[in-house]
């Protein structure tokens, strides 16, 4: 058995071999493009393969800094001091992207010229790619380098702009991500309207740092194809207007009391995902408030693909999604499912579903609706694919709940031209590899009513993935190998 270990062990050091020598008879160039993806710490550690490799990173095209995982003073001062001395080795004329990621306890050592210092060399360099995180204030040439195609800018705390951060000169900015404060709102709306090449422009408002009103923020840019937002303050109420005719992606997560709006109706969007979850906190004018909201989900009704947070949305929703042919929907458990038949209501063009359940715990409670119940309706869905994603705790605690069951025998007996129905209790736990007899009988009990219920449609192929085991319509089921 010791052999058959020491021989294992030489093979693995002859395939470690092999490998190292054949990266190290590559080209220069190429070399150096691998370098130029990997972090920089890695990148410097290569030195020790071989003479070959020793100062090559100096030529990477491309940095990404991740600092030590410490807060201690001594060690913050350490890393800056190294990252000094790396920053006068780097030769390359061309630094395309530049990554630098600050922890908290880094930041509150890092002065401004170590940063200036370092993004004034990169700038210098034709940088394209920029990527800043957690920092108090911002250099001001980055926003008057005309090279840069995207820029990130990710602070937790609210950062300051610098005195001299205009005039903006940005040409050839296509992607811009920024964290709002209550401080640069107004330089953000000037930013986002003055960048004639914007295509892409994701917001984020964190939670702990907004401590004045809410603002009015106006997203105007003629060329904007791709828009994210999200506010994750529960103290303040924004309201969005959105000025983009070009429009064809928009993504919001946020609460209900702030609002969002159109000054054009967006006739070429394609997709939405829409998060505006509820609060406890009463609007001031809930009336005017639902009336935004409708407005809201009216203006965006032209859309293809559709994602919802099915628990956010209100019982009287009467929009139709008239060309809407996917459909996502997010919910905490399966408490929603009325919602979900009420929403197929609105679609009627709607072929491909996916609905993502955190839980679907016993409810029985709540198996209500009458048309889970009625197995003899006439009703009809043009359904093609159906996709059902849980998450199910370890050592499931309780079977699935009864609407839940009824969800997938209506589905399975209502749905005409349905072509693949999927159950899938895996996606989420494949690392977990502790597996009880309960987990087992719950999983038995899904695959027997998806092998046994019958199927509206003649040309159905219906699937499960579970922890234990997997399942197809022309098979019983089998355990997992």
């Known amino acids: 058995m010791v052999n058959k270990c020491k021989d294992k062990i030489k093979e693995c050091r002859v395939i470690i071999d092999q490998i190292e020598d054949r990266l190290s008879s590559l080209p220069d160039e190429l070399r150096i493009q691998i370098l130029s993806r990997l972090p920089l710490r890695s990148a410097i550690v290569t030195e020790c393969l071989s003479s070959r490799w020793r100062g090559l990173w100096t030529n990477i095209t491309s940095v990404n800094i991740e600092p030590a995982g410490t807060t201690h003073p001594k060690y913050s001062d350490e890393f800056l001091n190294a990252l000094d001395k790396i920053r006068s080795r780097m030769v390359s004329p061309f630094i395309y992207r530049f990554s630098f990621e600050l922890i908290n306890g880094v930041q509150g050592t890092f002065r401004p010229p170590y940063l200036d210092s370092w993004v004034q060399q990169i700038c210098d360099r034709d940088v394209r790619e920029l990527k800043l995180t957690e920092t108090r204030q911002f250099p001001s040439f980055i926003f008057r380098t005309q090279s840069l195609v995207s820029i990130e800018?990710?602070?937790?705390?609210?950062?300051?702009?610098?005195?001299?951060?205009?005039?903006?000169?940005?040409?050839?900015?296509?992607?811009?991500?920024?964290?709002?404060?209550?401080?640069?709102?107004?330089?953000?709306?000037?930013?986002?309207?003055?960048?004639?090449?914007?295509?892409?422009?994701?917001?984020?408002?964190?939670?702990?740092?907004?401590?004045?009103?809410?603002?009015?923020?106006?997203?105007?840019?003629?060329?904007?194809?791709?828009?994210?937002?999200?506010?994750?303050?529960?103290?303040?109420?924004?309201?969005?207007?959105?000025?983009?005719?070009?429009?064809?992606?928009?993504?919001?997560?946020?609460?209900?009391?702030?609002?969002?709006s159109f000054t054009n109706e967006p006739v070429v969007l394609r997709e939405a995902k829409i998060e505006i979850y509820g609060t406890t906190r009463t609007p001031a004018k809930p009336d005017k408030l639902n009336r935004v909201i409708s407005k809201f989900y009216e203006d965006i009704s032209n859309v293809r693909f559709l994602g919802l947070h099915i628990d956010s949305l209100d019982n009287n929703l009467s929009t139709f999604f008239r060309n809407t042919t996917k459909l996502t929907l997010d919910m905490d458990s399966s408490h929603s499912i009325s919602m979900v038949l009420s929403m197929l209501e609105l679609c009627p063009a709607l072929d491909d579903l996916t609905l993502k359940f955190l839980h679907i715990g016993d409810d029985r409670e709540w198996c209500r609706h009458p048309k889970l119940g009625q197995s003899t309706s006439k009703a009809r869905r043009p359904l093609k694919t159906i996709n059902i994603e849980c998450y199910w705790p370890k050592n499931y605690d309780s079977h699935p709940g009864l609407s839940f069951l009824a969800l997938i025998e209506y589905f399975l007996t209502h749905a005409t031209d349905l072509e693949r129905f999927k159950v899938n209790l895996d996606a989420t736990r494949l690392s977990e590899n502790v597996i009880v007899k309960h987990d087992e009988s719950v999983e038995l009990e899904l695959c027997k009513l998806l092998y046994q219920c019958p199927t509206m449609s003649k040309r159905c192929e219906v699937e499960f993935v579970g922890r234990c085991f997997m399942m197809s319509r022309k098979a019983g089921p089998k355990a997992k190998t």
């Open 153 to 260: 800018l990710r602070s937790t705390s609210t950062w300051v702009l610098p005195d001299d951060c205009e005039p903006i000169n940005l040409p050839n900015l296509k992607n811009l991500g920024i964290n709002l404060c209550p401080a640069i709102c107004d330089w953000v709306e000037k930013q986002i309207k003055l960048c004639p090449s914007l295509e892409q422009l994701s917001l984020m408002c964190e939670t702990y740092y907004w401590d004045s009103p809410g603002k009015r923020i106006t997203c105007s840019n003629q060329n904007l194809r791709r828009l994210s937002i999200n506010f994750k303050s529960s103290k303040v109420s924004h309201n969005v207007v959105i000025d983009a005719p070009k429009l064809e992606y928009l993504a919001i997560r946020a609460l209900k009391t702030s609002t969002f």
